[in-house]
């Protein structure tokens, strides 16, 4: 869906100057004014009151609804595709999540968990939350996903820097680092597909 079809049904359900006040805001991009906007900001927009707000938290409620169920469906064997659109939440963050998508010996999605916000790192630190928690949810392998708020998917070179050091210590884990899929705006990158995993 794009911009114009998202600020289009938004002024269906919503009070149209509100949305468009709240979409100037944030540089004419509705997605960011839906998913990044809390709704302390948009209360103080004109025309917001406890019927539009009511609205609101149910619009955002319906799109997480929407996306939990896409994450569960999601297997190993799902394409980077499909991890893309499981995950697309991550393309409108504004700073850089490190996801972790934790699965078990039936190949199904057992949760999927921010591990850092605000860089990748290949910290010891960062390694050892990753398998403790898969450890912990007896998962038999693990998918990597993380977003550039740029928008760009192409990796850096700690990108595969960091994708290779967590890989061996997977195999170290017995814990499998299947992909490692960066969401950029719209797009993605899988390290497996371009042959860095």
């Known amino acids: 869906m794009n911009t114009t079809t998202i600020e289009t049904t938004l002024c269906q359900l919503l009070p149209e100057s509100s949305v468009k006040e709240m979409v100037a805001q ?17 209360k103080k927009v004109r025309g917001m009151g406890d019927t539009a707000l009511r609205k609101l938290r149910a619009i ?6 929407i996306h939990e169920k896409s994450q569960l469906d999601l297997k190993s064997t799902s394409t980077p595709e499909e991890i893309f659109i499981a995950m697309s939440d991550m393309q409108f963050f504004e700073k850089e999540h490190f996801r972790t998508l934790f699965l078990n010996v039936k190949n199904k999605l057992i949760k999927a968990e921010d591990i850092s916000v605000g860089g990748l790192t290949s910290s010891t630190a960062e390694q050892r939350a990753i398998f403790k928690q898969a450890i912990k949810l007896n998962a038999a392998a693990i998918i990597l996903v993380h977003n550039h708020p740029s928008g760009d998917p192409t990796p850096s070179s700690d990108d595969i820097r960091v994708t290779r050091i967590m890989a061996r210590a997977g195999e170290v884990m017995g814990i499998p680092v299947l992909d490692h899929v960066i969401i950029g705006r719209g797009v993605y990158t899988s390290l497996l597909e371009r042959g860095e995993l």
């Open 26 to 42: 944030y540089n004419g991009d509705p997605f960011q004014a839906l998913f990044n906007a809390d709704e302390s900001e948009w």
């Open 60 to 65: 955002k409620d319906l799109v997480k609804g």
